[in-house]
């Protein structure tokens, strides 16, 4: 029975940063190509919503800031990318899926250009497979969009859309608040 339970567990971690999806978002090369070279920088001013749920959200999930990586964690002890924004979430009783592939189907759609504090941004990680397979929160919106993540060489930490490996990965950005 213990390994019955162990092996539903792994198999419930395996998929939490990401797995195959029916539900894709096709973006054609042409679109690519404007979306790439116009819309990777942010507003002019640092719009911070002046919801207390946001504000709340992502202060909490800067708390996580030098936490060490660890696939399926939600806990200082270790935590991914959709366990940073599940758990950032949650603490204001917003409940979202727990993988990053069906977080990217909540809220709505919302262009880069219009992107806010408390959005999420959605990536495409892995190259043999054209899913979402990462989450950020949008942190800062002045200049570059930045977003706090679970990354797996750096653990928790702030990133830039502006970096070369984010920029070339990133998939769709989506408001839940």
Known sequence: MKRVIIYLLVAVLHISCGSSSKNRVVISSKTR?????NTRTAHKTNKTPGNKKIKSIVKYAKTFNGTRYKYGGTTKKGMDCSGLVYTSFKKENVVLPRTSKTMATQGKPVSLKKVTVGDLLFFKTN??????????LVVETKGVIKFIHASTSKGVTVSSLNEKYWNKC????????
């Open 33 to 37: 190509a404007t979306h790439k070279t």
């Open 170 to 177: 990133f998939a769709s950005a989506r408001r839940i608040l």
């Open 127 to 136: 190259k043999r497979k054209n899913v979402i397979s990462h989450v950020g």
